[in-house]
C-alpha cells in the first residue's frame, strides 16, 4: 500500500497530563518503521512508516496510516528476510 492521504485527528492538550491518567483514558498514535538497517543516523535509509490511532485501548482501524519509502538504494537480503520489503515494493513510492 502506498500512501493514502487520510485526516488522523488528535486534539492537542496544553495542560499536563497527570502521570495517574490511565493509558485507558487516552488516546494516542503508535506508530511503526522499517528501515534498511540499524544505523539510520548514519547509512541506513526509512524504508516504511505506519500509525494506528488508540482510543480507549481500542485501535482505531479506519483511520490507521501505512506508506512505503523508496530508499533510492538496494535493499539487502537480510532487510528483505526480516521485512518482506522488497525493492520492488518501494520502487514506485515516496522518495526518502
Same mark, same amino acid.
Not at 488522523?8 to 503508535?30: G, N
Not at 511503526?32 to 482505531?60: H, M, N, Y
Not at 537480510?78 to 525493492?87: F, G, N, P, Y
Given at each position: 500500500?502506498?500512501f493514502?492521504r487520510?485526516?488522523?485527528?488528535?486534539?492537542?492538550?496544553?495542560?499536563?497530563?497527570?502521570l495517574?491518567?490511565?493509558?485507558?483514558?487516552?488516546?494516542?498514535?503508535?506508530?511503526?518503521?522499517?528501515?534498511?538497517g540499524?544505523q539510520?543516523?548514519?547509512?541506513?535509509? !526509512?524504508i516504511? =512508516?505506519?500509525?494506528?490511532? *488508540?482510543? @480507549?485501548?481500542? $485501535?482505531?482501524?479506519?483511520?490507521?496510516?501505512?506508506?512505503?519509502?523508496?530508499?533510492?538504494?538496494q535493499?539487502?537480503?537480510?532487510?528483505?528476510? !526480516?521485512?518482506? =520489503?522488497?525493492?520492488?515494493? *518501494?520502487? @514506485?513510492?515516496? $522518495?526518502?
Amino acid at each position: 500500500m502506498f500512501f493514502q492521504r487520510k485526516n488522523i485527528s488528535c486534539a492537542l492538550m496544553y495542560e499536563k497530563i497527570p502521570l495517574s491518567t490511565r493509558i485507558d483514558d487516552l488516546t494516542f498514535i503508535v506508530f511503526d518503521t522499517e528501515t534498511t538497517g540499524f544505523q539510520v543516523a548514519t547509512t541506513d535509509r !526509512l524504508i516504511e =512508516i505506519g500509525g494506528v490511532p *488508540v482510543s @480507549g485501548l481500542k $485501535v482505531i482501524e479506519n483511520a490507521r496510516f501505512q506508506t512505503y519509502v523508496n530508499p533510492e538504494r538496494q535493499i539487502s537480503r537480510e532487510i528483505i528476510e !526480516l521485512t518482506s =520489503i522488497t525493492d520492488a515494493k *518501494v520502487a @514506485g513510492a515516496p $522518495v526518502h
